[in-house]
């Protein structure tokens, strides 16, 4: 298994926050549903930080979608994921 590709912290930001934007949540909202701080969800919208699996579920739990959906919109965005 290889390393994470440089871009799929930043396609996972992009796809979260386009989530987060669709429910008209801030950051904050988000953080405060998904049980976690302020600043992972900054550090994950900005691609400072690429998500471990607990995260991807509670991101998800709290947004309401799948995490299959995150994932699947991430790989939407570049063939090479």
Not at 44 to 49: A, N, Q, S, T
Request: proline share 6%; with cysteine.
């Amino acid at each position: 298994m290889g390393a994470v590709a440089p871009d799929l912290p930043a396609a996972f930001g992009t796809v979260l926050a386009r989530y987060r934007e669709q429910k008209g949540w801030t950051q904050m909202t988000l953080a405060v549903k998904a049980g976690l701080h302020l600043n992972a969800v900054s550090n994950l919208e900005r691609g400072k930080r690429c998500p471990n699996l607990y995260t991807v579920m509670a991101l998800s739990r709290a947004l309401e979608v799948p995490a299959a959906s995150l994932i699947a919109a991430v790989e939407k965005t570049d063939p090479r994921f």
